[in-house]
């Protein structure tokens, strides 16, 4: 669970600053679950370069609550949670310090979009939050203020998520947190998981990830597993800690993302599948396949070119041929091309996709 927030202050010396906006969303690797958002009267004057920058002035935050009067609730809503801010080193301080003014010590654990954009999308301008969402396509309104902030922050750590094919973001929040879940807890996390296409990951205390799952329904196949008394479900059932998912949207997206993953995480109590790979090409050389995705006005979207799938993933933008750079950019690279180019020939074959879009050579 993650507490995705953004913060806007005073201004003023290091550790002076008192807060004046602050906006929280709760997301649990899929959608916001809750949120707190307030204006807060800080108790102090804004620098004037602070006004001109955020429109928050003075006089808006008169009959704002105090932070005392919110901190209960800030408390609550990132309890057993990680923060996730654009620069978290700057919003955690700004907390803490704070806290540490009601002589309340507050601690979470914390993950920054900048170094995780840094290390998932690379060759970048720009990693200020307004310049990395307009070149990745992610709208962004209210610039400078908390929620317009906190929500653009929300919208680019799910597509670093969907970026991070090695799972380490997840793997890492768990080995945080999961090792504190008893085995008992384990069916109340079954419960949690949705009805809903997709592939699962299966970990163990150190958040490592044992065993990789697909299917039309990930909750049926997940009980499934674990009410099996074969050698090798009884091994995975010992060492289970924790089970994470992701909604796929479509077949095809099941289908790749599942043995594309197979390969990169080599997860120990799968059976690795060998492939006759594809020897015809594809009609065309370049183009776009364009199928349903996650949610509503989402679209799944593999890129095949010079005749190799290169990239997939997930965008809201309709497609336009002058966006082609900016999918490129949200888009996952593909390094098991040919297994790639083999499940998605194999699936053509006997399924259609939504669109395809040819693309100029």
Do not use: W
Request: aromatic share 10%; with cysteine.
């Amino acid at each position: 669970m993650y507490a995705i927030l953004d913060i806007e202050t005073t201004g003023g010396k290091f550790n002076e600053e008192g807060i004046t906006e602050i906006a929280i969303y709760k997301f649990d690797g899929h959608e916001v679950v809750d949120q707190f958002i307030s204006l807060i009267n800080p108790e102090k004057p804004i620098q004037e370069f602070v006004v001109k920058l955020t429109g928050i002035n003075n006089k808006m935050l008169r009959n704002a609550p105090k932070f005392y009067e919110v901190a209960k609730r800030i408390v609550e809503i990132t309890k057993n949670c990680i923060l996730v801010a654009h620069n978290s080193s700057f919003d955690y301080r700004i907390l803490r310090t704070e806290f540490n003014r009601l002589g309340f010590d507050f601690e979470r654990n914390t993950l920054c979009t900048v170094e995780l954009s840094q290390a998932l999308i690379q060759n970048q301008p720009s990693y200020s939050l307004g310049k990395l969402t307009k070149s990745l396509g992610i709208p962004i309104t209210d610039r400078h203020r908390a929620t317009g902030d906190a929500l653009a922050t929300v919208k680019l750590f799910k597509l670093l998520l969907a970026k991070d094919d090695k799972k380490s973001i997840i793997q890492n929040a768990i080995k945080y947190f999961d090792k504190r879940l008893e085995k008992e807890k384990l069916k109340n996390l079954i419960e949690e998981i949705p009805t809903v296409l997709g592939v699962f990951y299966v970990h163990d205390a150190n958040g490592k990830v044992i065993y990789i799952g697909k299917g039309k329904n990930i909750k049926s196949e997940i009980n499934n597993l674990f009410i099996k008394t074969s050698r090798r479900s009884v091994k995975i059932q010992e060492r289970a800690i924790s089970v994470s998912f992701e909604k796929t949207g479509n077949e095809l997206f099941t289908r790749l993302k599942y043995y594309l993953e197979l390969e990169n995480l080599a997860p120990k109590f799968n059976f690795k599948k060998k492939f006759k790979h594809a020897q015809e090409d594809f009609n065309n050389d370049n183009f776009l396949l364009i199928d349903k995705g996650r949610e509503v006005e989402e679209h799944a979207v593999v890129l095949i070119e010079n005749n190799q799938v290169k990239s997939y993933g997930y965008t809201s933008l309709a497609y336009q041929e002058n966006n082609i750079e900016i999918l490129k950019s949200v888009l996952t690279s593909i390094e098991h091309s040919e297994i790639a180019k083999t499940i998605t020939k194999n699936f053509l074959n006997r399924n259609k996709v939504k669109k395809i879009v040819r693309l100029e050579s």
